[in-house]
Nanobody
Framework: QVQLVESGGGLVQAGGSLRVSCAAS????????MGWFRQAPGKEREFVAV????????FYADSVKGRFTISRDNAKNVVYLQMDSLKPEDTAVYFC?????????????????WGQGTQVTVSS
C-alpha cells in the first residue's frame, strides 16, 4: 500500500496558477489510479480529476475541465495537479488519493489511501 503526502498549496489571486504535488511512498505506485479531490468548508468532498495507472486516461470534473491538468510521473512516484485560471470557488483543501480500481472514480469510497490535504486559497 502507498502513503501519500501533498504539497504546493498556497494563496493565489484569481486568474493565477498553482501546481500541487502528491508524493507516494512504496514500490507499488503504478498499481494505483490516482485522483484529486477537494473539500471546501461546509461542503462535501468532491471529485476533481483522476489519472489511470499508466497515465493514458484522464478525467475531470466539469467545473475544472480546460483549466486543470492532472499528470503523473511513475519513475518519481508523484502525481501533479496543475491549476490555471483559478477562481475563488476553487478555494478548498485538496487531497490526493489512490485507488486500485478505476471504475466509479468520482466516488471517494473507491479510494483506499488518502493524503492529509493541502490548502489552496484563491483571492478575488
Amino acid at each position: 500500500q502507498v502513503q501519500l503526502v501533498e504539497s504546493g498549496g498556497g494563496l493565489v489571486q484569481a486568474g493565477g496558477s498553482l501546481r500541487v504535488s502528491c508524493a507516494a511512498s512504496g514500490r507499488t505506485f503504478n498499481n494505483y489510479g490516482m485522483g484529486w479531490f477537494r473539500q471546501a468548508p461546509g461542503k462535501e468532498r468532491e471529485f476533481v480529476a483522476v489519472v489511470s495507472r499508466s497515465g493514458s486516461y484522464k478525467f475531470y470534473a466539469d467545473s475544472v475541465k480546460g483549466r486543470f491538468t492532472i499528470s503523473r510521473d511513475n519513475a518519481k512516484n508523484v502525481v501533479y495537479l496543475q491549476m490555471d485560471s483559478l477562481k475563488p470557488e476553487d478555494t478548498a483543501v485538496y487531497f490526493c488519493a489512490a485507488t486500485p480500481l478505476f471504475d466509479n472514480y468520482k466516488d471517494p469510497r473507491r479510494y483506499s489511501t488518502w493524503g492529509q490535504g493541502t490548502q489552496v486559497t484563491v483571492s478575488s
